[in-house]
């Protein structure tokens, strides 16, 4: 598997985003990206019902299970590598959910500015598995 080095935004180690629900385009729990991930799954984001109801209307609908891909779906409160993009739009939309700094891939920085991140900085979440 060919993946960028685990670094975050602010230049350590990359935190594991969550296990439950499996996250990551490796669905290793972590944020990591590499060549194949051409959606920058690289932002960790505590989801909101506002963020959920942007996405869901702009194509991407990370609600409803999809058990053939093993996605769950999501609800409020769950922890999620989202596409960097996506975040950025729902930022200019007004509805930007929290994220985790340390557990957000260094690779965002190449869509979203790091002042927006911080801006929308949450404490970690403790271990969830």
Do not use: K
């Not at 080095?5 to 669905?27: A, H, K, M, Q, W």
């Not at 996605?71 to 409020?76: A, D, E, I």
């Amino acid at each position: 598997m060919n993946r960028d080095e685990d670094i975050n935004v602010v230049g350590g180690e990359l935190l594991g985003c969550s296990g439950d629900p499996l996250t990551g385009f490796y669905r290793d729990g972590c944020c990591a990206t590499g060549p194949d991930d051409v959606g920058s799954h690289t932002v960790c984001a505590t989801v909101t019902a506002e963020f959920l109801e942007f996405s869901r209307r702009a194509g991407n609908d990370l609600t409803t299970p999809q058990p053939a891909h093993g996605f769950p779906g999501l609800v409020p409160g769950d922890r999620w590598c989202v596409c960097a993009s996506r975040w950025l739009d729902a930022h200019e939309a007004g509805v930007a959910p929290p994220v985790d700094l340390a557990a957000t891939h260094r690779r965002a920085l190449e869509v979203v500015p790091i002042d927006l991140l911080v801006g929308h900085a949450t404490e970690p979440a403790p271990e969830d598995g």
